[in-house]
């Protein structure tokens, strides 16, 4: 049976996303930890979608940092 509140795609892996976000949350921001999230889980998730939306939370911390300098 599957365990939607904390499922296979991520306690199958070495170190989730949650606890490395978690680990380095003074300097990740909400875009870079879901670049994580998604790059972390995506072969065993949803693939190229979730590599696609990592791309998108990076390209929109690119542009929120490129607005800021």
């Known amino acids: 049976m599957s ?7 991520y306690t199958e892996m070495v170190i989730s996303p949650l606890e490395f ?3 380095n949350q003074e300097v ?4 870079t930890s879901n ?3 998604y790059v972390g889980r995506h ?3 949803n693939g190229l979608e ?3 939306k990592a791309q998108w939370y990076l390209s929109h911390e ?8």
């Open 3 to 9: 365990n939607p509140i904390e499922p296979s795609h």
């Open 28 to 31: 990740l921001t909400w875009c």
């Open 50 to 52: 979730d590599l696609k």
């Open 62 to 69: 690119i542009k929120r940092l490129e607005e800021n300098n």
């Open 43 to 45: 072969q065993r998730k």
């Open 35 to 37: 670049v994580i999230k």
């Open 21 to 23: 976000i978690e680990a």
